[in-house]
């Protein structure tokens, strides 16, 4: 248990719907960070956040969107969905002084179905 | 960041120890070399990190070269439960920072 949470583990969706998907980071981990793994693309880094606020961003699309709470929570939100969305979403914190050269763990993952 | 080359797969027996090769011949003085696995679509799993110098931990020592432009990740006594794609990562950090997986390596533990 690598002390990340991600809530839901399993989201099926239609075409063209909107989903939020829930993050809570390690105890003291302040920075966030979303990665979007599908069966063609591999583990892609979406965004990362760090006490609130964006700090880096990867091959994230415009209809996608995140942000990190006063809690240190993050939620990404999935818009106008498509098909090629479907894809396991991790999420991953680490302390966040250092990015890049932190250890980042990673939660259990939340699978999304696109229909 | 520096990009990696990675077996696709690899084999070992239970018991023996797994030895796996990443080469980043165009890595950079402050990019550190990270060890992450997967097993089975759970959320990968950091073993171990390194700059220049071997590091041992509970889980697997990390042998870079001089040069640093490869090293090895080595599992001293596999075990079936460490059959899994292992992702050699290099990371400099800094504001632009991302950690970019590629397809990693499948080990394979026979029993």
């Known amino acids: 248990d690598s002390g990340v949470t991600q809530t839901p583990k399993h989201l099926i969706t239609a075409t063209g719907q909107r989903v939020t998907l829930r993050c809570s980071p390690r105890?003291?981990?302040?920075?966030v960070y979303w990665y979007q793994q599908s069966l063609d693309q591999g583990l892609q880094f979406l965004i990362q956040?760090?006490?609130?606020?964006?700090?880096a961003k990867g091959n994230i699309l415009e209809r996608f969107s995140a942000q990190q709470f006063p809690d240190l929570h993050s939620e990404l939100n999935l818009s106008s969905l498509e098909l090629g969305d479907s894809a396991l979403y991790f999420c991953?914190?680490?302390?966040?002084?250092?990015?890049?050269?932190?250890?980042?763990?990673f939660g259990p993952g939340t699978r999304l179905l696109v229909l | 960041d520096a990009k990696t080359t990675q077996p696709t797969s690899m084999d070992c027996a239970e018991g023996r120890a797994a030895n796996l090769p990443c080469n980043h011949s165009?890595?950079?003085?402050?990019?550190?070399v990270y060890w992450y696995r997967q097993i089975h679509s759970q959320g990968p799993q950091y073993i171990i990190h390194?700059?220049?110098n071997n590091e041992t931990n509970e889980m697997a020592s990390l042998i870079i070269t001089e040069d640093r432009k490869s090293s090895t990740l080595i599992l001293p006594h596999a075990t079936l439960r460490d059959t899994a794609v292992y992702y050699c990562?290099?990371?400099?950090?800094?504001?632009?920072?991302?950690?970019?997986f590629g397809k990693g390596t499948l080990l394979t533990v026979n029993p």
């Open positions: 991953a914190s680490s302390g966040g002084t250092n990015p890049g050269r932190e250890t980042q763990y």
């Open positions: 165009t890595i950079s003085g402050n990019e550190y």
């Open positions: 956040y760090y006490n609130g606020e964006e700090r």
């Open positions: 990562i290099v990371s400099s950090g800094g504001s632009n920072y991302k950690l970019t």
């Open positions: 390194g700059l220049k």
């Open positions: 105890s003291g981990d302040l920075s």
